[in-house]
Structures are given as structure tokens and as C-alpha cells.
């Protein structure tokens, strides 16, 4: 599996986002719900779900996130209203660094995304609120790297990349 693209957001003042890359595997995983647990449980990312993707910008400031997409197209807004708005299909995987702003902006009728945690992380849910910036700015930095990347386990991926973004 070739490396993930990867996507940087800057924090402005409500969405944090992370000195971490988000990154996207394309057409990584086949595009059904159980395959994709299966996947990112053997990697050690649990406590999954299956849904969709909130219609307004959130971010988790105590998790990191994975998301694959089971069925279905949606356009993702990452890092917030002045982020960047990314096509996503079945198959492809995002992983999505704690702090990241995310925002479903429109999906076809058959969506359904997979989502879980590195170790089965419990998350939270946080909307940008400024006078809550300087805790969840505490939190992000407090989550570790993850053991092992959800797609590539413990080679290559998230592990070099993270870990580098980190040193930096």
C-alpha cells in the first residue's frame, strides 16, 4: 500500500487542528463496514462505530479518529471553515489527527463511515468553543502517537510520519 497523502491545518483561535498531519489512504480497504473493523481492530484501533459524519465542524481534543467509508461519496471539511473541503469515496480511510476540525458537507443518499480509536479510546466532542481553546489546546498535546498505523500497522504510515511531525 503506497504512503498516505497527507493535509496540514493551522490553528485559528477556535479550531486547534494539530501540528499533525491528517492523512488519506485512497481506495485502501474494500468498501465494506465489517472489513474495515476488522482492519483497523487488527491494527489496535477499536471502540468502532458506524454512521455518518456530523453536519457541523467538530474535533476530538482527547483522540485521535479514524474513518473509512464503508458505502457511498462525501465531501469532509477538514480543519474548520477556513480548512480545506476533501472528496472522500468508499474504500478510501482518513485519519484524523486530535484537534482536527471535521464537517460532513454533503453525501450521497448510501453513505455509511466506520470510525475507531487507537486502544478503543473513549473521545469527546467539541465545537470551537474559544473559551474552552487553551484546555483542548492541553488535551491534544497530551494524546500519544498511536502504537500502530490502522491500515499498515506498526510500518511506515502514521508511525514515521507522526512521529517525525512531532520531532519538528
Known amino acids: 500500500m503506497a504512503l498516505p497523502e497527507t493535509l496540514l491545518f493551522t490553528d485559528d483561535g477556535r479550531f486547534p487542528n494539530s501540528p499533525l498531519p491528517l492523512l488519506l489512504y485512497r481506495a485502501a480497504l474494500p468498501p465494506e463496514a465489517a472489513a474495515m473493523e476488522r482492519a483497523f481492530a487488527a491494527n489496535g484501533w477499536s471502540n468502532a462505530w458506524r454512521d455518518g459524519i456530523f453536519d457541523y465542524h467538530?474535533?476530538?481534543?482527547?483522540?485521535?479518529?479514524?474513518?473509512?467509508?464503508?458505502?457511498?461519496?462525501?465531501?469532509?471539511a477538514f480543519g474548520g471553515p477556513s480548512g480545506q473541503t476533501v472528496p472522500l469515496r468508499a474504500g478510501d480511510v482518513a485519519v484524523i489527527p486530535a484537534g482536527v476540525a471535521h464537517r460532513n458537507m454533503g453525501q450521497s443518499p448510501d453513505l455509511l463511515v466506520v470510525g475507531a480509536y487507537p486502544g478503543g479510546a473513549d473521545y469527546d466532542i467539541r465545537r470551537g468553543d474559544p473559551a474552552e481553546h487553551a484546555a483542548v489546546l492541553r488535551a491534544i498535546t497530551a494524546v500519544p502517537v498511536p502504537e500502530a498505523d490502522p491500515l499498515l500497522g506498526r510500518q511506515d504510515g502514521l508511525d514515521r510520519i507522526w512521529r517525525a511531525a512531532r520531532t519538528c
Open 58 to 76: 467538530h474535533f476530538h481534543s482527547i483522540a485521535h479518529e479514524v474513518i473509512g467509508i464503508a458505502a457511498g461519496e462525501v465531501q469532509v
